[in-house]
C-alpha cells in the first residue's frame, strides 16, 4: 500500500505539487490565502462600499415623501418574506413526507418535478408566473380575459412562494430520510395515534431543520430582484425600490435602504437562529379522538399538498412553454436563430451571463477548497473555526442587490476595477458560501482515520487529496459547481446594482417586460425559451465533462 502510493504520489505532473505540499509552510500559506481572499474580496466589499456612501443618506432623509416610500418598501419586503417563510412550512413539510414516506411511481414523479423551480432561472420563472396569472392567455381565460390577479403585492407573493416552496421541500426531505423513526415507533407503541407521534415526537425532534428551512426561504424571498420586478408593478419592495432608485439616479435613497436591508437582515437572521431552536412548538395537549381521526386522513392531506404544488408552483413554473412554443410557428425563433434586429444583443447577453459564471464558478473551486478544508477540518482552532464559519453565511443573509450596492461601489468607485471584472467578483461573492457549505459538509462526512491511515503510510497531503477526500466527495463537488453556475447565471438583482454598460441574460430579459410597447410577448416568450433551453443544455455540459473527469 505504501509503495503504491509513493509510486502514485510521482506521477507525471503531480510530482512538484506532492513536494510542495509535503511542506508545512506551504499548507499554512494556502490556507493563510484563503483567509485573505474571503475578507478582501467576499466579506469586507460586501459592507465596506455602503458605508463609504454614508455621506448620501442625507438625500434621502431630507424628503420626507421619499423616505416614507423607502420605509414602505422596507416594511412590504420583510413581511412578504416572513409570511411566505411561513407558508412555505405550512404547505412544504406534508409535501416532504408524502415523498419520503409514500413508496410509490407518483411519489418518485413528485420527487423529480419538485426541482424544476430550481433549474428554470427566476427571470423566467417570473415571466412564466406573469403569463399565467395575470396574462389573457393565461388562467385569467377562464374568467372573460380579465386578469385574475394584477401585477403587485399577491402576485409578488405567488411568485416568491412558488420559487421558494422548492427550497422547504428539499430540505426536510433530506431530513426525513436521515431521521430515525425510534421514539416515533416506541410513542406509537404506547398508545399514540400516528398523528400525535409525529406532532409530538418527530417535529420537536426536527426543530432545527424547520428553523434551517424557514430561513433558507426566508432569504430566498428578501433577496430576489428580477423575478420580482417582472410581475411588481406599481408595488415596490426593498430590492424594487432600489432598483428604482438606481434607474432614476437616486444614490442616497438606494444607499439607505440597501444598509437597512443589510442591518436588519443579518439582525433577523441570528435572532431566529438563536431563538429558534429554542422555542417550543405550540399546541402540546393532545386531544385523542381529533388525532385519531386526523391520522386516517392521510389520503386528503397528501391530495391537498399535490393540488398546491401543481396549481402554485409547477403549473404556474412551466406555462411559459405555451407562449414559447407559439413563437416558433410565427417566425420570431427564424429572425432569433438569424441574430435579426433585437436578437444580436441577446446572445451576446447569453454568452456574457455564461462567461461571468464560468469564471465565477472557477474561482469559487480553486478558493473555495481550501476554505471549507479549514472549516471541516478545523485548522483555524476551534474559536477561529467556528467565526471564520458564521461569517461565511454574510453573504447568503445579505439581499443580493443590496449586496450588489455594495460590492458596486467598492469596486467601482474605491478600487476603479473595469466593469466586468466588478461584476465577476460581484458574482463570485454572492455564489461563495454555496460552493463552500456544499464542499465542508462532504469533506466532514470523510474519516480522518482514513486519511491519517494514508499519510502515515507515506503519503503526501496533495495525494492524500486527489487520491482519497476528492474521489469520496466528487459527486458534492459537482453538485456545489452547478450550484454556483446555476445561481451566477440566474442573479438579476446584483447585476443590476453594479452594471449600467453590459447587461446579462436575465437583466436584458427584465428590461424587455418592463417596456412591452418595444417588445412583443412572442419575442420576450422566446427570449426567456432559450434562456431556460441553455441553461438545461449548459447544466448538462457540465455534467457530461465532470462524470468523465
Known sequence: MAAALARRSREPGYGFLDRISANPGAGRALYSASVLFFFAVVLVPSVAGIFLKLGLASEALADPA????????????FAIALSIALL??????????????????????VDTLAD??????????????????????????????????????????????????????????????????????????????????????TFPILKPAFVAAFLLAFARSLSETGATVMVAGTFENGPVFIKNAKDSGLEG??????????????????AISVLGTRLGLPFSKVWPEFEKKASRRGGLRDVAALAVFATFVIVPSLFVALPSAAAVLDGTAAKAIAGEGVWGGYWGSIALSYLVGLLATAINVAVGFPAAMMIARKRLGRSRTALMDALVNVPIIIPSIALGVSLGYFWKAAVSLPEFWTL??????????????TISAAIEGVSQEVEETARTLGACPFTVFRRITLPLIKYSVFSGCVMVFTR???????????????????????????????????????????LVLTSFAALLSLRLVLWRR
Not at 409535501?95 to 418518485?108: D, E, G, V, Y
Not at 396574462?135 to 374568467?143: A, H, P, Q, V
Not at 444607499?255 to 441570528?270: D, M, N, P, Y
Not at 453590459?502 to 417586460?513: D, E, F, G
Open 88 to 109: 412555505d412550512l405550512l404547505a412544504g413539510v406534508p409535501m416532504a413526507w408524502l415523498i419520503t414516506k409514500r413508496r410509490s411511481k407518483l411519489a418518485s414523479v
Open 424 to 437: 465577476v467578483l460581484v458574482h463570485v461573492s454572492i455564489t461563495y458560501t454555496y460552493f463552500v457549505r
Open 253 to 270: 435613497p438606494m444607499v439607505v435602504v440597501s444598509l437597512a436591508l443589510i442591518a436588519a437582515s443579518v439582525s433577523i437572521f441570528a
Open 116 to 201: 424544476v423551480p430550481f433549474v428554470v432561472p427566476t427571470v423566467a420563472l417570473g415571466y412564466s408566473m406573469l403569463l399565467f396569472w395575470s396574462g389573457s392567455s393565461g388562467i385569467s381565460s377562464l374568467f372573460s380575459g380579465e386578469s385574475l390577479v394584477e401585477p403587485g403585492w399577491v402576485l409578488v407573493s405567488l411568485l416568491h412562494f412558488a420559487f421558494s416552496y422548492p427550497v422547504v421541500v428539499r430540505l426536510m426531505v433530506g431530513e426525513f430520510q436521515r431521521y430515525n423513526e425510534t421514539y416515533e415507533v416506541a410513542a406509537r407503541t404506547l398508545g399514540a395515534s400516528p398523528f400525535t407521534a409525529v406532532r409530538t415526537v
Open 66 to 77: 421619499l423616505a416614507s416610500r423607502a420605509g414602505n418598501a422596507l416594511a412590504a419586503s
Open 488 to 530: 451566477s447565471v440566474d442573479e438579476t438583482g446584483a447585476t443590476i446594482a453594479v452594471a449600467d454598460r453590459l447587461k446579462t441574460a436575465p437583466v436584458l430579459l427584465v428590461s424587455w417586460v418592463k417596456n412591452p410597447q418595444l417588445y412583443a410577448q412572442s419575442t420576450v416568450a422566446l427570449g426567456v425559451g432559450f
